[in-house]
């Protein structure tokens, strides 16, 4: 495990505004847990910047194995705050596997993930997708170009499995979205089935972000779906095609959070919004002046301690561009977004439709009401924290008054339908109406019991 220590003494800062403007801390040094992965950027960034230091938070970064243990850690208190899976504090606070009150002060970005398929996989599906006039494919590629694949898989008695990050993660709801708008059924949970694959046409099972290739080069899965860099390197590997990225599938969707325990939050307010405000303070960096930062975290992110891929692999998607088949690169400016769009602000809203998630697919296994499922996102997504710092920014100097939502109620606009690859739009304000319009996934009464959905 890569671990990371500040050793500088933080009067060498003494004289920033943000010093000025000190908090009292209830605690100092703090250990803060991440996946490899691009999206941890912000941690690294107020690392490697001094933002932590700047707020006089001396900060270890480890690497973590896997979600589970990530989410363990922080709930043990191992671990003082995480990169967490936006499922994961709300999953925990309902007590869907682990039960523990974790929050969200923060949100880390918007976007930033894509699903892959071998190559084999990808030749059999590229007669169903429809074509360019230069010959290249149309994208967004809808899953019904992989449906007639699943199809012959079937006929052949071959179960068509597919990699995942975890239960509770957007990569989950994302693929499953993808192959349901594709008309596949992408399996349900139970409280006597967890595996997932209860009616499934297509087996989702998880795989840490990391062994992603490696798994689908070996053949255990045909496809996945996960965070940068591991799409762009099966690509570089020459062993797989991404077929769509999520801003295609729902254009700046969020992504992942910064997680702590409620009772870390209790204990230590004044610490909790140093760390929002370093974070803060990162996410500004990396999106200022048109992406104009991204090279310099490339170089960052590119070391063994933080995602230890090839600087050129994170590049190919961190600066603005994606590539699908290998040499099809293409301009996707918003791929990665970490402050633009009010990306950093913890919306109830954003919530809510993991929430829904879980119901759709039966980790929410009986109904609930509209005022239980706002309720619960706004007990996670602590959008008074945040504002909180960021207002301690903008006093500071640092931050602009025009960057923050000040007035928000915690729900963003309707997404519109046109922003959804199957055109059906979100409000999050009535999540049981959002979840009658979905043709394929639980709605209403519906329960699943043994293998059946029952009304």
Known sequence: MNTLKWLLASTAFCASPVMAEMLDLEKDELTLGFIKLTDMAPLAVAYELGYFEDEGLFVTLEAQANWKVLLDGVIDGQLDGAHMLAGQPLAATIG?????????????????????????????????????????????ISAASLAPVVEDYQDQGIPFNMGMVFPVSTHNYELRYWLAAGGLEPGYYSPDDVSGQIGADVFLSVTPPPQMPSTMEAGTIFGYCVGEPWNQQ??????????????????????????????????????????????????????????????????????????????????????????????DVRDVPDFNVFFRYNATYPFASDAIW???????????????????????????????????????LVDDGIANEADFPWDSDGFKEPTPAADVIDGIGYDGRTPNAYLESLPIGLKGEQMVVGSEIQN
Request: without cysteine; proline residues 5%; charged residues 25%.
């Open 96 to 140: 869907y596997g682990t039960e523990a009150h974790i929050i969200t002060p923060f949100s880390m970005d918007l976007n930033g993930n894509g699903i892959t398929v071998s190559n084999d996989i990808w030749e059999q599906m590229r007669p169903h997708v429809p074509l360019m006039e230069d010959g290249r494919p149309q994208h967004p």
């Open 234 to 327: 099966a690509v570089f590997k020459g062993i797989g095609v991404p077929v769509i990225t999520d801003y295609e599938i729902w254009r700046n969707n969020p992504e992942k959070v910064f997680g702590i325990s409620a009772e870390f939050a209790e204990e230590n307010p004044n610490t909790t919004i140093a760390l929002t405000k370093a974070l803060i303070r990162a996410a500004i960096w990396l999106d200022e002046n048109d992406n104009a930062n991204r090279e310099e975290a490339v170089e960052i992110l590119a070391r063994s301690e933080y995602v230890g891929a090839d600087a050129e692999v994170i590049a190919n998607s961190m600066t603005g561009t994606f590539e699908y088949e290998s040499g």
């Open 354 to 392: 993991y929430l829904t998630q879980m119901r759709r697919w039966g980790q929410i296994a009986e109904p609930q009401t509209d005022e239980w499922y706002i309720e619960t996102a706004q007990s996670v997504y602590r959008s008074d924290i945040y504002l909180d710092a960021a207002r301690m």
